[in-house]
């Protein structure tokens, strides 16, 4: 069983910066597909950035250029920073992983960004 545990959320102003980090456990890491999805109220959930056990990365579109999945497998977690932020950047960003077993949920970070 994978366990997911995300941290670094919290209150940033408009226009700043964060990373946030997820922690995974349970398993083979480094063999793990990992992204990060966002939900906010009202809204579906969303693709956020993805990045594969090579290290491909991809991102939404409209967030290209601010946001930047990265992973460290001796560490065996998943890290999303993310620039430029604005209001409508605030979510609950979750962690998902993926491996041959199936996939796994984290129970998400909140980010909030104040106008």
């Known amino acids: 069983q994978v366990q997911l545990v995300e941290s670094g959320g919290g209150l940033v102003q408009s226009g700043g910066s964060l990373s946030i980090s997820c922690a995974a456990s349970?398993?083979?890491?480094?063999?793990?597909?990992m992204a990060w999805y966002r939900q906010a109220p009202g809204k579906q959930r969303e693709l956020v950035a993805a990045?594969?056990?090579?290290?491909?990365?991809n991102y939404q579109d409209a967030l290209k250029g601010r946001f930047s999945i990265s992973r460290d497998n001796a560490k065996n977690t998943v890290y999303l920073q993310m620039n430029s932020l604005k209001p409508e950047d605030s979510a609950v960003y979750c962690c998902?992983?993926?491996?041959?077993?199936?996939?796994?949920w984290g129970q998400g970070t909140q980010v909030t960004v104040s106008s």
């Open positions: 998902y992983a993926e491996n041959d077993r199936g996939h796994y």
């Open positions: 349970g398993g083979m890491f480094r063999t793990y597909y």
């Open positions: 990045i594969t056990a090579s290290g491909t990365t």
